[in-house]
Each structure stands twice: as structure tokens, then as C-alpha cells.
């Protein structure tokens, strides 16, 4: 990088960073223990809105990477956050699992079907026909539609699997409604993890592994950005895109070194 800046502040995806399912990316641990000793605050996000922080940090535990649970922000997280601040103490009806669920009521959200001021739709392993007709339903009598990511599609040990932005086609196609999505690639996930952090978009780094989502919010959101060769972008398709990241690396073993150093160019 030629960007003279300092780096005060990591960001970085998780799935095709840090993991692949349930394997370690080698050099990940080092990575994240680096992280930790440098005293440099950190944040693992996700647009998994499936688990809560305690479940991935304990399924990174068992993949060797050590993640407190507290350094993890998903976008059922920024979700409800986001929620609370434009609708304090409202009620929703939420299609999604613990991790969602668990977010909406820790800001004080009431889960409803009766005339929910929103309709928050997550991701689940386990759609169900009655589940998104009932969305349909409350959308059409006015409930506002909320989406915590648009990712289309997800991967599994057995293939690919539909993801949050497939069911909200479904639903929008249903209701001729379009859905706000929090999740990345809106930079106002990445907005909401720095004031978590109570950071700066000025001295902080973004490290992902997809040009559509991790690189383009990341920049949307002022930050500097590498892309690791670990996930879904290779470097042939970096060219393809009409924007860069500011750096681009075969793993996150290879940022170790940069985390300790104050001037990352």
C-alpha cells in the first residue's frame, strides 16, 4: 500500500478469510492472535444472521481460531441495531433463527405477528411455506420490510444452499416490495462496526475475500481494503470490477506481519 496512514483499527470477514465451513484458512490464528497481542481493536463481521457472537465464537474455537464473542458483529447485530434507532422498543415478525432473534429482543423488540411495524427477514436452514406467506401477508397490510443481507446463496458440506436474498425475491416478487437490506454490501454494516469500536473509517483497514460485498462496502464506507485470494474472488476476476482494493494478498498469513506495524505501506 501506498497509503501513509496509520492503522489503528482491523475489520475483516470471516467465511473464505478466516474459515472455510469448519476448516481454519492456515494462517488465520496466527492472525487473530497477532490482532489480540498488538492491543489494535478488531472486529470479525459476518452476514451470517444465523448464530449468535457466542455460537461463532465457540465454532471458531473448534476450528483454532480464538475470537472472543464480544469482537464478532453479524449483520442480525447491525440489524436490530438499526432498528432501535429508528424505532425504539418497536415489534417485528421475524423469519430467522437464534441469532436474529436473540438480536431483536436485546434491543427491547417485541416479536409479533399482529401488525409488526416490520418484517425482518433472516436467514434459516429451515424456510418454511407458512412462514414467508404470513410475511407476504403483513407486508401487504403495511409492516415495513427489512432483509438483515442480500446474499443469494450460501455454501454447505452438501452444496449450495438459498440464502436470505433468494427468500426476499420470493417474498418481493409476492408483494411487489422491495426490502432494505443492512447487510454487507451496505456500507452501513461497516458503519455500525466502527461505532462499535468507537473508530475511524481514516485508520481503519477492511480485510475480505469478495470484491461485491467485503471490498465495494468497505470502500463505500471510507476505509482502506485488502482482498485475500482465499475466497470467492480470485485475481484474474479482480479486473472485472470497476473499483480496487487498496492491496491485494494470498491469505491473511500474509497481513501478520503488518498488523505490529504502525505504518502498513
Known amino acids: 500500500m501506498t497509503d501513509h496512514r496509520r492503522v489503528d483499527t482491523w475489520l475483516t470477514?470471516?467465511?473464505g478469510v478466516l474459515v472455510h465451513?469448519?476448516?481454519a484458512i492456515p494462517g488465520a490464528s496466527e492472525f487473530v492472535e497477532v490482532l489480540k497481542a498488538s492491543g489494535k481493536r478488531f472486529l470479525v463481521l459476518t452476514n451470517n444472521s444465523i448464530f449468535t457472537p457466542r455460537d461463532l465464537a465457540a465454532r471458531l474455537r473448534g476450528s483454532g481460531i480464538d475470537v472472543p464473542e464480544q469482537a464478532i458483529w453479524t449483520s442480525a447485530l447491525a440489524t436490530a441495531q438499526f432498528l432501535a434507532e429508528q424505532r425504539p422498543e418497536g415489534s417485528a415478525y421475524v423469519v430467522g433463527e437464534a441469532g436474529l432473534v436473540t438480536a431483536m429482543h436485546d434491543v427491547g423488540y417485541v416479536m409479533t405477528d399482529r401488525d409488526p411495524d416490520y418484517v425482518v427477514l433472516g436467514e434459516t436452514r429451515?424456510?418454511?411455506f407458512e412462514a414467508i406467506t404470513r410475511a407476504i401477508r403483513l407486508i401487504e397490510k403495511g409492516a415495513r420490510f427489512i432483509a438483515t443481507n442480500p446474499d443469494p446463496s450460501g455454501p454447505s458440506p452438501a452444496g449450495t444452499l438459498p440464502a436470505t436474498g433468494s427468500v426476499a425475491a420470493l417474498i418481493s416478487t409476492a408483494?411487489?416490495?422491495q426490502p432494505y437490506y443492512i447487510g454487507k454490501p451496505n456500507p452501513l454494516m461497516m458503519r455500525s462496526a466502527l461505532n462499535r469500536l468507537d473508530a475511524h473509517s481514516e485508520t481503519t483497514l477492511m480485510v475480505g475475500d469478495r470484491m461485491d460485498t467485503d471490498i465495494i462496502s468497505g470502500l463505500e464506507?471510507?476505509?482502506?481494503?485488502?482482498l485475500v485470494l482465499t475466497g470467492s474472488t480470485s485475481r484474474a476476476q479482480i479486473e472485472h470490477f470497476p473499483y480496487r482494493p487498496t492491496r491485494v494478498v494470498d491469505s491473511v498469513a500474509d497481513l501478520v506481519e503488518l498488523?505490529?506495524?504502525?505504518d502498513p505501506s
Open 259 to 262: 498488523v505490529g506495524d504502525p
Open 175 to 177: 408483494t411487489g416490495r
Open 13 to 15: 470477514d470471516m467465511d
Open 221 to 226: 464506507a471510507g476505509l482502506r481494503t485488502v
Open 21 to 23: 465451513e469448519e476448516d
Open 126 to 128: 429451515t424456510y418454511s
